[in-house]
């Protein structure tokens, strides 16, 4: 079966930076887009960035773009999201997500067809 496992969080201070990892097993990784999304307490899930299956497009919501960048190295079946200037408001559990192309840019939740556990960011004032 699909298993997604993010890595890479933790703490950080505002203005920050971290790398989150995610390696995915039991899927054709690189038939797949791959996107990560965040959820903060007390709020929904939101999406973040996607990337195309070649690596070659990607796509950001608007408060991340110009700070964070999405990657995928298809040969390890890991996607990667560097996350530069870091805000408070940005704490939140970061998980990554498998889907079809055909839902590009897979920006609702509910066009994602795997999840992985997420990995908890904080980013401290």
């Known amino acids: 079966h699909a298993q997604l496992v993010e890595s890479g969080g933790g703490l950080v201070q505002a203005g920050g930076s971290l790398r989150l990892s995610c390696v995915a097993s039991g899927l054709t990784f690189s038939s797949h887009i791959m996107g990560w999304f965040r959820q903060a307490p007390g709020k929904e899930r939101e999406f973040v960035a996607v990337?195309?299956?070649?690596?070659?497009?990607?796509y950001y919501a608007d408060s991340v773009k110009g700070r964070f960048t999405i990657s995928r190295d298809n040969a390890k079946n890991t996607v990667y999201l560097q996350m530069n200037s870091l805000k408070p408001e940005e704490t939140a559990v970061y998980y990554c997500?498998?889907?079809?192309?055909?839902?590009?840019?897979?920006?609702?939740?509910?066009?994602?067809?795997?999840w992985g556990q997420g990995t908890q960011v904080i980013v401290s004032s």
């Open positions: 997500a498998a889907g079809s192309p055909s839902n590009w840019p897979m920006r609702g939740i509910n066009e994602c067809d795997y």
């Open positions: 990337i195309s299956r070649n690596g070659i497009t990607t």
